[in-house]
């Protein structure tokens, strides 16, 4: 997985990146979001905050990291039944499985 900040983000955010990664917090959290986009695939993150352990926040920066490693896609956007407002959907992809086609 990528380092979790920002070249552009302050020194402080590198230190609690490294700390996330080095910890192995990064893989916990990739492996519940990763669990409940499988049990749940194509709700919105919002949607998936509500049947994980995970706050919203928390699935919007391991979600795009899940996606790097080809473990989830992102859907088409959706109402999320949370906020009311229009969020992409996410979306376990299977193993083999082309990601250009379900795109």
Request: hydrophobic share 40%; with cysteine; charged share 20%.
């Amino acid at each position: 997985m990528n380092h979790p900040a920002r070249s552009s983000d302050p020194s402080t955010s590198h230190e609690a990146a490294r700390h996330v990664v080095n910890s192995g917090l990064q893989a916990d959290q990739q492996a519940v979001a990763l669990a409940a986009v499988r049990k749940s695939p194509g709700l919105t993150s919002n949607e998936l905050a509500q049947c994980s352990t995970l706050d919203r926040y928390m699935l919007a920066r391991r979600l795009p990291e899940l996606q790097e490693a080809e473990l989830v896609w992102r859907g088409p956007k959706k109402p999320c039944e949370v906020s009311g407002r229009s969020a992409c959907t996410w979306w376990p992809v299977a193993p083999g499985e082309n990601l250009m086609l379900a795109v």
